[in-house]
């Protein structure tokens, strides 16, 4: 295909010389083809050698005849001579063609450069116009936010109108009630003005004034049957103090009930702490940071001994309160922040389904519940037993041996030790009273003796007197006197007994001897004291005295040494009724 | 449940002496003493006028008749009948009369509250009081009868007085930081004196015995305050009913609302209704007229049964229902709707058990076990309009129009 020289028309001449060659082969195909850098320049025949005019005339003449133009050589004749004519017009009009071209060729670059400067400036103007829109769009955005920002306040501020209208609503209906209660008020006031006008009006012109009076038939008492006091200032001191001891009491209550409750609150405080300490400490393992909690718990617990110790006083302090209301807060958080664990757990596991360590704890609580139960089952049947065990007692027949014995059966070993004990006790009963009886007996021996004793220094003062003094009978006639007389002579005999006994057992009784001189009943009346024992007796029981008397009535007619045995005996005899007497007194 | 004779009364005053024998009754102008027991009648006085207000003195011997129009006060001696003692307050008018608690003196109101006379019955003396202020309740003496608080307003500020009852002295007078002062009361224990502003400002003030101020509170400002203030028996709490339709309960300790009981109209609480109805239940509510004065919008009554344990209110705006507070658990206990509005209520001295009527025919009881309702077995209609328990609480005096009736409690009263 010769692309050679070809290639510079316009596509359209190369198709139509492509197609009409195509049925011919050109000739100069290969020669083309090596000058188609050469196509600018003017080519030198290479197209037509002398050889291959006539083809080539055929040739140019048929290509010129397609680009419409007459043409240049007609096959008829032998001749090759060509119409110089035609081909100078051939060739001006192929120079025409190809200026024409040119010149299109030219418009043509010219329009290329418009068009592609039209399209820069068309791009440039799209890239401007493509920013101009990013911008227009963001601008739509932000002012489509602001739009909607305006919207959300129109809302609120129509919701804030709404408020406020009605808070203003609120407010004129107060307004108005207010008004119309101050209004009733006003012409309530204003009636009641009226009528003290009318009042006044009465009053100043009726001129009889009716008086308060009043008239009662007789007064009556107090209530509490008081009288009245004045006015004074004591009573007005007693009232105050009367008001400010009611206010005290009642203050005292008060602060008595508080207290209660303080101590009660306290102690449930305490309480709790103890019992949430206990639980977190017991539920140690389970926790898996539980060092640091180890520390605190153990802290806890040395702070709790310590506190139990401190007692109550202390927990009056404001710091002991704070302190205890704060431990508290704490186990309370802990116990809380554990109890959301443990639920944490429990879902986990339901939702995991991991057995391992849940199961365990929940097999363990099932266990734990197991076991309770049979505990319970246990204490049930047991308490049953018992139940039944207490009806057969109860319900069994009333069998009066058996019953008595029954009755007795759970006293029997307390009996035995009672009457064991009884007897033991007997026994040294009786030891006291022989005792005592001994004790008694060694008594009126003692006070026979010292009767004697005494009997025997009487006589042998009575002696010396008699022997000293020449009014020996003076006293006898004394004797035969009264009772008292006779009270005389009997101590003078007990006082005749003395100083026998007074040989019998030197004794240190001298106190008689300085006072011998007067030997009339004064003197034997002075011994009365020295004989203590018989005037008592003898002032007691007088009727005794009386037997007494008359029993040894009949023995004063006898000697005084007869007498004095005979006193000895009855003295004996008398004394032992007198000791008789005496211990019966005791 | 037994029901005596209808007898005749006027004027709602019907009252049983303190130590409980006596009964009381102003039938016009005479007054009828008859025993409670037998209902006999044991004494009758003639007054001079129409009867006002009656009153027993506080050991059961005397009994004051008092005649506002013509200021007249009468006294009658169980005792002797023939003695008669009248107190005649002349020009000066007279507005109330009431006893002093050593039931030797009385004080009279005077018309436009321009003073209160005291008279002694035993030595015929006068003592008067300026200054008395004209509100809801000016006067209260303490539950032992030592201390009588008395409201007084000069110069347009508000004082309270405090005397002694032996003698009338003067024992404290301060101000109190009130707008426009409309009650006082003492705790039981006679230590605190409650003081509250009317309706128009929210305020409690309590004093102590010594006239210091121990607290104020105020729930709320602007709107509409204070309906009624009550203590419990024990003096441990304070509840004000408030036109709010709440109940706010102040401990006394710290003088702090430490309970606050809304009347709601819906109820959802299972276990407090009377007709056995399922929650959620729906209370009728009447919207007061706004323009009004005073409008019937409110806690207006409370009342502490005797053991403290439950607060009985009845809030205006829903006048058919009386609700029950458990004072332990600060809840709702019991919620007791009628076929009309609640006239009265009381709980009985003795026991939780609160008796209520509605102006028909019928009384109604009810306990924490349970609640019954009783026709009065009375020809002609008996209008049940108040009640009033007698202090052994075995027995209910109902009141008509001018008609009254016993009602006498078998002791075991509860069934469903």
Redesign the interface.
């Known amino acids: 295909m010769p692309e050679s020289s070809l290639d510079i028309f316009p596509p359209k001449v190369k198709d139509i010389c492509s197609s009409s060659i195509e049925c011919r082969p050109s000739p100069l195909r290969q020669s083309s083809q090596s000058s188609l850098p050469l196509h600018r320049n003017y080519m030198l025949s290479t197209f037509c050698t002398e050889k291959n005019v006539q083809e080539c005339l055929s040739h140019i003449s048929q290509e010129v005849s397609s680009l419409g133009l007459p043409p240049v050589w007609m096959e008829s004749g032998g001749s090759s001579e060509m119409n110089v004519v035609a081909v100078l017009n051939c060739i001006y009009d192929l120079i025409q063609l190809h200026r024409r071209g040119l010149r299109t060729l030219e418009n043509m670059e010219v329009e290329q450069l418009k068009s592609s400067s039209n399209l820069d400036y068309l791009q440039l103007t799209s890239t401007q116009l493509k920013e101009q829109l990013e911008l227009s769009k963001r601008e739509n955005t932000g002012l489509l936010e602001r739009e909607r920002q305006l919207q959300l306040k129109v809302k609120s501020l129509q919701n804030c109108l709404k408020n406020e209208k009605e808070e203003v609503q609120k407010?004129q209906?107060?307004i108005?009630?207010?008004a119309?209660?101050?209004?009733?008020?006003m012409k309530r006031k204003e009636r009641?003005f009226n009528?003290?006008r009318e009042?006044l009006n009465q009053?100043l012109v009726?001129k009889k004034?009716?008086?308060?009076?009043?008239?009662?038939?007789?007064?009556?008492?107090?209530?509490?049957g008081k009288r009245?006091?004045w006015?004074t200032e004591k009573?007005?001191a007693k009232?105050?103090g009367?008001?400010?001891k009611?206010?005290l009491s009642?203050y005292d209550i008060?602060q008595r009930e508080?207290l209660l409750e303080n101590a009660e609150l306290k102690k449930v405080l305490q309480q709790m702490k103890k019992d949430m300490v206990s639980i977190l400490s017991s539920k140690k393992p389970t926790l898996k940071d539980d060092q640091h909690q180890d520390d605190d718990i153990q802290a806890d617990l040395e702070e709790e001994v310590f506190d139990s110790s401190k007692e109550s006083v202390e927990l009056y302090c404001v710091h002991a309160r704070e302190k205890l209301t704060n431990s508290i807060r704490l186990q309370w958080r802990r116990l809380k922040s554990h109890v959301e664990r443990l639920d944490n757990q429990a879902s986990l596991a339901q939702i995991g389904r991991s057995k391992n360590t849940d199961a365990v704890s929940r097999e363990t609580h099932e266990e734990e519940m197991d076991r309770l139960k049979l505990e319970i089952q246990q204490c049930k049947d047991f308490i049953q037993t018992q139940h039944q065990l207490l009806q057969q007692q109860l319900s069994s027949p009333y069998d009066e041996e058996k019953a008595s014995l029954l009755s007795d059966c759970y006293m029997l070993q307390e009996k035995e030790r009672f009457r064991d004990e009884w007897k033991t006790l007997e026994e040294q009963r009786k030891i006291f009273e022989r005792e005592r009886r001994n004790f008694t007996e060694a008594a009126i021996r003692l006070s026979h003796e010292r009767k004697a004793f005494e009997d025997d220094r009487a006589t042998w003062l009575k002696h010396q007197f008699l022997n000293l003094s020449p009014f020996a009978d003076s006293n006898k006639p004394q004797m035969s006197k009264s009772k008292s007389a006779f009270l005389i002579s009997k101590t003078e005999a007990s006082a005749a007994s003395a100083p026998e006994k007074l040989i019998k057992r030197p004794s240190d009784t001298t106190s008689p001897t300085p006072r011998c001189v007067p030997l009339t009943s004064p003197s034997t009346a002075e011994l009365y004291p020295t004989l203590c024992l018989v005037p008592e007796n003898r002032s007691t029981k007088p009727k005794r005295l009386t037997e007494h008397v008359e029993e040894s009535s009949n023995f004063l007619n006898g000697n005084v040494p007869a007498q004095h045995k005979h006193w000895n005996d009855r003295e004996d005899h008398s004394s032992h009724t007198l000791t008789k007497e005496k211990t019966s007194s005791i | 449940m037994n029901f005596s004779e209808v007898f005749k009364q006027s004027n709602q005053l019907c009252k049983v002496s303190p130590d409980g024998k006596y009964l009381a009754t102003c039938v016009q102008y005479r007054l009828v003493v008859r025993d409670v027991s037998t209902l006999q009648i044991l004494q009758l006085y003639t007054c001079l006028d129409q009867i006002s207000h009656m009153d027993w003195s506080?050991?059961s011997l005397f009994i004051l008749c008092a005649m506002y129009k013509r200021g007249l006060v009468q006294v009658w001696?169980l005792e002797q009948p023939?003695?008669?003692?009248?107190?005649?307050?002349?020009?000066?008018?007279l507005v109330s009369s009431r006893w002093s608690p050593?039931?030797?003196h009385i004080l009279n109101t005077t018309?436009?509250h321009l003073r209160v006379?005291v008279?002694s019955?035993?030595?015929?003396a006068?003592s008067y009081i300026k200054y008395p202020k004209a509100c809801q309740k000016g006067i209260d003496f303490s539950r032992d009868g030592?201390?009588m608080a008395l409201a007084e307003r000069r110069d347009c500020k508000d004082y309270v007085s405090v005397f002694?009852c032996?003698?009338w002295?003067l024992?404290r007078h301060f101000e109190t930081e009130t707008q426009d002062l409309a009650g006082l009361e003492w705790s039981p224990?006679?230590?605190v004196l409650a003081v509250w502003d009317s309706?128009?400002e929210y305020k409690v003030l309590l004093y102590?015995?010594?006239g210091r101020l121990l607290s104020t509170y105020s729930a709320y400002e602007?709107?509409?305050g204070v309906k009624s203030v009550t203590w419990s028996p024990s003096s441990q709490f304070l509840a004000i009913g408030s036109y709010d339709e709440k109940v706010r309960i102040l401990n006394?300790?710290t003088w702090k609302k430490i309970a606050q009981f809304e009347h709601i109209a819906t109820i959802n609480n299972t276990k407090a209704v009377n007709e056995i109805c399922p929650p959620p239940v729906q209370v009728p509510v009447v919207k007061p007229d706004?323009?009004?004065?005073?409008?019937k919008i409110g806690v207006s009554t409370l009342a502490f049964s005797s053991d403290s344990r439950y607060l009985a209110t009845k809030n205006d705006n829903m006048a058919s229902v009386v609700w029950v507070w458990d004072m332990q658990k600060m809840s709702l206990l019991a919620v007791l709707e009628q076929t009309s509005a609640v006239r009265c209520f009381q709980w009985d001295p003795r026991r939780p058990r609160l008796a209520l009527c509605t102006g028909n025919t019928k009384l109604y009881l009810w306990s924490p076990a349970g609640c019954v309702s009783v026709q009065v077995p009375t020809e002609g209609g008996f209008q049940v309009q108040s009640l009033n328990w007698h202090c052994c609480g075995e027995t209910l005096i109902l009141l008509g129009k001018d008609q009254l009736c016993l009602c006498y409690m078998d002791t075991d009263q509860e069934d469903k």
């Not at chain 2, 023939?82 to 008018?93: P, Q």
């Not at chain 2, 706004?290 to 409008?295: I, L, Q, T, V, W």
């Open positions: 407010l209906n107060i108005a009630s207010r119309s209660q101050y209004n009733h008020e009641e009528k003290l009042r009053l009726d004034e009716k008086k308060q009076a009043i008239d009662v038939l007789n007064n009556i008492g107090r209530a509490d009245s006091l006015k009573t007005e009232h105050e009367e008001m400010y009611t206010l009642d008060r508080l | 506080s050991d001696s023939d003695w008669h003692c009248k107190i005649d307050e002349g020009s000066i008018g050593d039931g030797r018309e436009f006379t008279w019955l035993c030595t015929k006068v030592c201390y002694v032996d003698d002295h024992l224990n006679g230590c309706c128009l102590s015995l010594d602007w709107s509409l006394h300790i706004p323009d009004r004065a005073n409008p």
